[in-house]
Protein backbone atom coordinates (compact mmCIF):
# COMPACT_ATOMS: atom_id res chain seq x y z
CA UNK A 1 0.00 0.00 0.00
CA UNK A 2 3.06 2.54 0.78
CA UNK A 3 3.68 2.49 -3.33
CA UNK A 4 -0.44 3.33 -4.25
CA UNK A 5 -2.29 6.11 -3.72
CA UNK A 6 -4.81 6.31 -1.38
CA UNK A 7 -8.59 8.13 -1.78
CA UNK A 8 -7.58 11.78 -1.39
CA UNK A 9 -4.90 10.51 -4.24
CA UNK A 10 -1.91 11.00 -2.36
CA UNK A 11 0.79 8.46 -1.56
CA UNK A 12 2.08 7.67 1.32
CA UNK A 13 5.36 9.58 0.92
CA UNK A 14 3.34 12.47 0.27
CA UNK A 15 1.17 12.64 3.53
CA UNK A 16 4.41 11.91 5.50
CA UNK A 17 6.23 14.70 4.04
CA UNK A 18 3.37 17.52 4.41
CA UNK A 19 3.15 16.73 7.91
CA UNK A 20 6.70 17.20 8.10
CA UNK A 21 7.86 13.64 9.09
CA UNK A 22 11.17 13.19 8.31
CA UNK A 23 12.06 10.16 10.27
CA UNK A 24 8.68 8.15 8.41
CA UNK A 25 10.15 9.85 4.52
CA UNK A 26 13.68 9.10 5.25
CA UNK A 27 12.23 5.02 5.86
CA UNK A 28 10.11 5.26 2.69
CA UNK A 29 13.03 6.51 0.65
CA UNK A 30 16.13 4.77 1.74
CA UNK A 31 14.77 1.79 3.31
CA UNK A 32 11.53 1.01 1.62
CA UNK A 33 12.50 2.17 -2.07
CA UNK A 34 9.01 3.73 -2.53
CA UNK A 35 8.51 5.61 -6.32
CA UNK A 36 8.89 9.21 -5.48
CA UNK A 37 7.88 10.02 -9.14
CA UNK A 38 4.28 9.41 -8.47
CA UNK A 39 2.06 12.79 -8.29
CA UNK A 40 -0.80 13.14 -6.77
CA UNK A 41 -4.12 14.65 -7.03
CA UNK A 42 -2.87 18.22 -7.77
CA UNK A 43 0.26 16.32 -10.35
CA UNK A 44 2.60 17.46 -7.24
CA UNK A 45 5.08 15.28 -6.53
CA UNK A 46 6.64 14.95 -2.79
CA UNK A 47 9.39 16.32 -3.50
CA UNK A 48 7.63 19.44 -4.76
CA UNK A 49 5.87 19.31 -1.30
CA UNK A 50 8.69 19.49 0.83
CA UNK A 51 9.10 22.89 2.46
CA UNK A 52 12.39 22.65 4.25
CA UNK A 53 16.13 22.15 3.54
CA UNK A 54 16.14 19.34 5.88
CA UNK A 55 13.29 17.70 4.06
CA UNK A 56 14.47 18.43 1.05
CA UNK A 57 17.49 16.94 1.86
CA UNK A 58 15.96 13.53 2.24
CA UNK A 59 15.31 13.25 -1.46
CA UNK A 60 19.30 14.09 -2.62
CA UNK A 61 21.67 11.43 -2.50
CA UNK A 62 22.62 9.38 -0.16
CA UNK A 63 26.48 10.13 -0.73
CA UNK A 64 28.64 11.58 -2.94
CA UNK A 65 31.58 9.17 -3.37
CA UNK A 66 29.69 6.78 -6.07
CA UNK A 67 27.10 8.29 -8.14
CA UNK A 68 26.60 8.22 -11.95
CA UNK A 69 27.87 11.97 -12.55
CA UNK A 70 31.61 11.10 -11.83
CA UNK A 71 31.64 6.89 -11.83
CA UNK A 72 35.44 6.68 -13.50
CA UNK A 73 35.84 2.95 -12.63
CA UNK A 74 36.21 0.59 -16.00
CA UNK A 75 35.59 3.61 -18.17
CA UNK A 76 36.35 5.17 -21.32
CA UNK A 77 33.96 8.32 -21.60
CA UNK A 78 35.11 9.08 -25.45
CA UNK A 79 36.53 8.15 -28.04
CA UNK A 80 38.36 9.93 -31.10
CA UNK A 81 37.20 9.52 -35.02
CA UNK A 82 40.41 9.71 -36.85
CA UNK A 83 42.88 9.05 -39.63
CA UNK A 84 44.23 5.20 -39.03
CA UNK A 85 47.63 5.93 -39.85
CA UNK A 86 47.32 8.76 -36.90
CA UNK A 87 45.63 5.74 -34.07
CA UNK A 88 49.25 4.94 -32.56
CA UNK A 89 49.80 8.25 -32.13
CA UNK A 90 47.14 8.99 -29.20
CA UNK A 91 48.69 9.63 -25.75
CA UNK A 92 46.93 8.13 -23.06
CA UNK A 93 44.52 5.76 -25.05
CA UNK A 94 41.67 6.97 -23.25
CA UNK A 95 40.27 7.59 -26.50
CA UNK A 96 39.85 5.42 -29.32
CA UNK A 97 40.91 5.49 -33.30
CA UNK A 98 38.78 4.89 -35.79
CA UNK A 99 39.51 5.81 -39.60
CA UNK A 100 36.98 8.25 -40.79
CA UNK A 101 33.09 8.60 -40.08
CA UNK A 102 32.87 5.54 -42.42
CA UNK A 103 34.56 3.67 -41.08
CA UNK A 104 32.72 3.97 -37.48
CA UNK A 105 29.67 3.56 -39.59
CA UNK A 106 30.43 0.51 -41.24
CA UNK A 107 31.47 -0.93 -37.28
CA UNK A 108 27.71 0.29 -36.45
CA UNK A 109 26.18 -1.46 -39.27
CA UNK A 110 27.57 -4.35 -38.86
CA UNK A 111 26.64 -4.72 -35.46
CA UNK A 112 23.03 -3.84 -36.23
CA UNK A 113 22.52 -6.18 -38.82
CA UNK A 114 25.15 -8.99 -38.38
CA UNK A 115 23.65 -10.48 -35.14
CA UNK A 116 19.95 -11.40 -35.72
CA UNK A 117 20.26 -13.16 -32.39
CA UNK A 118 21.56 -10.43 -30.18
CA UNK A 119 19.73 -7.23 -28.57
CA UNK A 120 20.85 -5.09 -31.72
CA UNK A 121 18.53 -7.21 -33.67
CA UNK A 122 18.24 -5.84 -37.23
CA UNK A 123 16.74 -2.14 -36.30
CA UNK A 124 15.58 -0.53 -39.39
CA UNK A 125 13.33 -3.74 -40.25
CA UNK A 126 10.03 -3.45 -39.91
CA UNK A 127 9.44 -5.67 -36.88
CA UNK A 128 6.11 -5.48 -35.56
CA UNK A 129 3.76 -2.12 -35.41
CA UNK A 130 4.21 -1.14 -31.79
CA UNK A 131 1.29 -2.61 -29.69
CA UNK A 132 1.36 -2.97 -25.78
CA UNK A 133 2.61 -6.40 -24.69
CA UNK A 134 2.98 -6.85 -28.59
CA UNK A 135 6.41 -6.14 -29.73
CA UNK A 136 9.49 -8.97 -30.39
CA UNK A 137 12.03 -5.96 -30.37
CA UNK A 138 10.38 -4.41 -27.08
CA UNK A 139 10.14 -7.72 -25.45
CA UNK A 140 13.46 -8.79 -26.07
CA UNK A 141 14.99 -5.40 -24.82
CA UNK A 142 13.04 -5.97 -21.67
CA UNK A 143 14.12 -9.76 -20.98
CA UNK A 144 17.34 -8.57 -21.13
CA UNK A 145 17.26 -5.53 -18.79
CA UNK A 146 15.55 -7.87 -16.29
CA UNK A 147 17.99 -10.10 -16.32
CA UNK A 148 20.74 -7.26 -16.09
CA UNK A 149 19.06 -6.26 -12.85
CA UNK A 150 18.71 -9.97 -11.70
CA UNK A 151 22.52 -10.26 -11.95
CA UNK A 152 23.70 -7.01 -10.50
CA UNK A 153 20.91 -6.01 -7.84
CA UNK A 154 20.58 -8.00 -5.08
CA UNK A 155 17.28 -8.76 -4.06
CA UNK A 156 17.89 -7.15 -0.56
CA UNK A 157 18.14 -3.77 -2.23
CA UNK A 158 15.38 -1.55 -1.78
CA UNK A 159 15.50 -0.63 -5.12
CA UNK A 160 15.17 -4.00 -7.02
CA UNK A 161 11.35 -4.42 -6.77
CA UNK A 162 11.52 -0.89 -8.34
CA UNK A 163 13.92 -1.46 -11.17
CA UNK A 164 11.94 -4.66 -12.31
CA UNK A 165 8.48 -2.30 -12.13
CA UNK A 166 10.21 0.20 -14.30
CA UNK A 167 10.95 -2.46 -17.05
CA UNK A 168 7.57 -3.91 -17.10
CA UNK A 169 6.26 0.06 -17.59
CA UNK A 170 8.41 -0.34 -20.92
CA UNK A 171 7.13 -3.27 -21.76
CA UNK A 172 3.36 -2.49 -21.42
CA UNK A 173 3.70 0.90 -23.21
CA UNK A 174 6.82 0.81 -25.26
CA UNK A 175 7.87 4.39 -24.04
CA UNK A 176 11.40 4.97 -22.44
CA UNK A 177 11.30 7.15 -20.13
CA UNK A 178 10.66 4.24 -17.39
CA UNK A 179 14.19 3.25 -19.10
CA UNK A 180 15.67 6.84 -18.37
CA UNK A 181 14.42 6.52 -14.60
CA UNK A 182 16.20 2.63 -13.91
CA UNK A 183 19.03 4.40 -15.34
CA UNK A 184 19.07 7.28 -12.58
CA UNK A 185 18.43 5.18 -9.60
CA UNK A 186 21.45 4.68 -7.51
CA UNK A 187 22.17 0.64 -8.22
CA UNK A 188 24.82 -1.05 -9.37
CA UNK A 189 22.36 -0.94 -13.02
CA UNK A 190 24.34 1.60 -13.89
CA UNK A 191 27.81 1.08 -13.02
CA UNK A 192 27.14 -2.23 -15.22
CA UNK A 193 25.55 -0.38 -18.46
CA UNK A 194 28.82 2.19 -18.44
CA UNK A 195 31.27 -0.47 -18.10
CA UNK A 196 32.26 -0.22 -21.79
CA UNK A 197 30.40 0.80 -25.22
CA UNK A 198 29.18 -2.93 -25.16
CA UNK A 199 27.28 -3.38 -22.40
CA UNK A 200 26.27 0.58 -22.65
CA UNK A 201 24.72 -0.89 -25.91
CA UNK A 202 21.23 -2.81 -23.25
CA UNK A 203 19.68 0.67 -23.04
CA UNK A 204 21.28 2.72 -25.95
CA UNK A 205 19.56 0.74 -28.51
CA UNK A 206 16.02 0.60 -26.58
CA UNK A 207 16.23 3.81 -26.22
CA UNK A 208 17.05 5.27 -29.65
CA UNK A 209 14.58 2.64 -30.89
CA UNK A 210 11.71 4.98 -29.12
CA UNK A 211 13.67 8.08 -29.48
CA UNK A 212 10.42 9.66 -30.97
CA UNK A 213 9.07 9.80 -27.44
CA UNK A 214 11.73 11.86 -25.89
CA UNK A 215 12.13 14.64 -28.31
CA UNK A 216 10.46 17.40 -26.36
CA UNK A 217 12.93 16.99 -24.09
CA UNK A 218 15.85 17.64 -26.18
CA UNK A 219 18.28 19.81 -24.70
CA UNK A 220 20.17 23.22 -26.14
CA UNK A 221 22.11 24.77 -24.15
CA UNK A 222 25.39 24.94 -22.02
CA UNK A 223 25.50 21.68 -19.35
CA UNK A 224 28.20 20.59 -17.37
CA UNK A 225 30.15 17.32 -16.09
CA UNK A 226 32.78 16.82 -12.89
CA UNK A 227 35.34 14.52 -12.28
CA UNK A 228 38.90 14.10 -11.70
CA UNK A 229 41.90 12.88 -13.99
CA UNK A 230 45.43 12.53 -14.06
CA UNK A 231 47.94 15.16 -16.29
CA UNK A 232 48.21 11.73 -18.63
CA UNK A 233 44.36 11.65 -19.11
CA UNK A 234 44.22 15.22 -20.22
CA UNK A 235 46.47 14.49 -22.75
CA UNK A 236 44.13 12.39 -25.18
CA UNK A 237 42.01 15.75 -24.73
CA UNK A 238 44.76 18.09 -26.07
CA UNK A 239 45.52 15.53 -28.50
CA UNK A 240 42.18 15.59 -30.01
CA UNK A 241 42.67 19.34 -29.99
CA UNK A 242 45.75 19.43 -32.22
CA UNK A 243 43.34 18.68 -35.75
CA UNK A 244 39.75 19.71 -36.47
CA UNK A 245 39.20 16.98 -38.30
CA UNK A 246 39.82 14.84 -34.71
CA UNK A 247 36.15 14.11 -33.09
CA UNK A 248 35.12 12.66 -29.89
CA UNK A 249 32.15 10.52 -29.73
CA UNK A 250 30.35 9.21 -26.42
CA UNK A 251 31.06 5.38 -25.65
CA UNK A 252 28.60 5.29 -23.10
CA UNK A 253 25.97 7.15 -21.50
CA UNK A 254 27.37 10.43 -19.76
CA UNK A 255 25.38 12.27 -16.76
CA UNK A 256 25.71 16.03 -16.65
CA UNK A 257 24.03 18.76 -15.01
CA UNK A 258 23.21 22.08 -15.97
CA UNK A 259 24.29 22.68 -12.54
CA UNK A 260 28.24 24.37 -12.74
CA UNK A 261 28.23 24.27 -8.87
CA UNK A 262 26.90 20.58 -8.60
CA UNK A 263 29.23 19.88 -11.36
CA UNK A 264 32.04 21.73 -9.70
CA UNK A 265 31.43 19.99 -5.85
CA UNK A 266 31.12 16.62 -7.71
CA UNK A 267 35.01 17.13 -9.31
CA UNK A 268 36.36 18.09 -5.94
CA UNK A 269 34.99 15.67 -4.19
CA UNK A 270 37.13 12.69 -7.03
CA UNK A 271 40.20 14.83 -6.79
CA UNK A 272 43.11 12.95 -4.89
CA UNK A 273 46.37 12.19 -5.49
CA UNK A 274 47.45 12.57 -8.42
CA UNK A 275 43.92 13.47 -10.10
CA UNK A 276 43.05 17.01 -10.30
CA UNK A 277 39.54 18.33 -10.63
CA UNK A 278 38.29 18.67 -14.39
CA UNK A 279 35.07 20.34 -15.20
CA UNK A 280 33.68 19.48 -18.44
CA UNK A 281 31.86 22.04 -20.68
CA UNK A 282 29.40 20.62 -23.07
CA UNK A 283 28.45 23.87 -25.42
CA UNK A 284 25.16 22.71 -27.37
CA UNK A 285 24.70 25.23 -30.05
CA UNK A 286 21.61 23.51 -31.55
CA UNK A 287 19.49 20.99 -30.29
CA UNK A 288 20.23 18.02 -29.57
CA UNK A 289 18.07 14.62 -29.59
CA UNK A 290 20.52 12.59 -27.86
CA UNK A 291 21.24 15.27 -24.91
CA UNK A 292 17.87 14.57 -22.99
CA UNK A 293 16.29 16.78 -20.22
CA UNK A 294 15.48 15.26 -17.37
CA UNK A 295 14.21 17.39 -15.07
CA UNK A 296 10.91 18.81 -15.33
CA UNK A 297 9.84 21.09 -17.98
CA UNK A 298 6.41 21.28 -17.79
CA UNK A 299 3.22 19.85 -16.27
CA UNK A 300 3.16 17.36 -19.62
CA UNK A 301 6.88 16.98 -19.36
CA UNK A 302 7.46 15.75 -15.50
CA UNK A 303 11.39 14.97 -14.09
CA UNK A 304 11.96 11.01 -15.36
CA UNK A 305 14.70 11.14 -13.11
CA UNK A 306 14.64 9.53 -9.59
CA UNK A 307 16.95 12.72 -8.16
CA UNK A 308 14.40 15.39 -9.23
CA UNK A 309 16.83 18.57 -8.07
CA UNK A 310 20.19 17.52 -10.23
CA UNK A 311 18.74 19.43 -13.48
CA UNK A 312 20.38 16.23 -15.44
CA UNK A 313 21.20 16.22 -18.91
CA UNK A 314 21.28 12.59 -19.90
CA UNK A 315 23.99 12.16 -23.19
CA UNK A 316 23.59 9.10 -24.91
CA UNK A 317 26.10 7.24 -26.62
CA UNK A 318 27.26 7.69 -29.60
CA UNK A 319 26.98 11.63 -29.58
CA UNK A 320 30.02 13.52 -31.49
CA UNK A 321 32.02 16.16 -30.23
CA UNK A 322 34.82 18.83 -31.29
CA UNK A 323 37.29 19.77 -28.61
CA UNK A 324 37.62 23.44 -28.48
CA UNK A 325 39.84 24.23 -25.61
CA UNK A 326 41.63 22.87 -22.78
CA UNK A 327 42.64 24.47 -19.66
CA UNK A 328 44.72 23.85 -16.60
CA UNK A 329 46.70 25.11 -14.23
CA UNK A 330 48.25 23.25 -11.08
CA UNK A 331 45.17 22.66 -9.30
CA UNK A 332 42.08 22.13 -11.63
CA UNK A 333 41.56 21.78 -15.65
CA UNK A 334 38.41 22.40 -17.51
CA UNK A 335 37.86 21.12 -21.41
CA UNK A 336 35.17 22.49 -23.47
CA UNK A 337 33.49 20.30 -25.97
CA UNK A 338 30.98 21.79 -28.57
CA UNK A 339 28.40 19.32 -30.06
CA UNK A 340 28.71 18.19 -33.79
CA UNK A 341 25.42 18.19 -34.71
CA UNK A 342 23.06 15.58 -35.69
CA UNK A 343 22.67 16.63 -39.28
CA UNK A 344 26.11 15.72 -40.19
CA UNK A 345 27.66 12.41 -40.73
CA UNK A 346 27.15 10.17 -37.48
CA UNK A 347 24.80 12.32 -35.29
CA UNK A 348 22.54 11.86 -38.72
CA UNK A 349 23.11 8.42 -39.46
CA UNK A 350 21.88 7.27 -35.63
CA UNK A 351 19.45 9.57 -34.79
CA UNK A 352 17.26 9.21 -37.82
CA UNK A 353 17.49 5.16 -38.10
CA UNK A 354 16.27 6.09 -34.35
CA UNK A 355 13.60 8.07 -35.65
CA UNK A 356 12.82 5.60 -38.52
CA UNK A 357 12.72 2.78 -37.02
CA UNK A 358 10.09 3.95 -34.11
CA UNK A 359 7.55 4.66 -36.87
CA UNK A 360 7.20 1.38 -37.88
Known sequence: MIHCHETNGST????????????????????????????????????????????????????????????????????????????????????????????????????????????????????????????????????????????????????????????????????????IRLYTLETPFYTFINQKRETSEYLAIPIYYSLRFLYPRAFKGICYCGLSMTVEEL?????????????????????????IDCAQGYAEVRAWDQRIPVLIVFDFSSKCFTAIQLEKLSNQLPSISEIESEQEVLILPRTTFRVQKVEQNVSQAAIYLTFYPRDKEIDEYFTLLAHNISEY
Open 235 to 259: KDYRWGLEKTSRYLVTNTFFSTTKN
Open 12 to 179: ALHVAVECGHTEVVRLLLHDYGVCRHLPDSQGCTAFELAKTDKMRQLFKRSTLIENRFYDETNRSAVFTVTESDENQNIPFRRVEGHQNYGSILDEHTHKIYQHPNGLLTRLSDKIISYKPGNNQFISKASDVLLNVIDQHIDLTNAQYRKAKVLVKQYCETGRVNSL
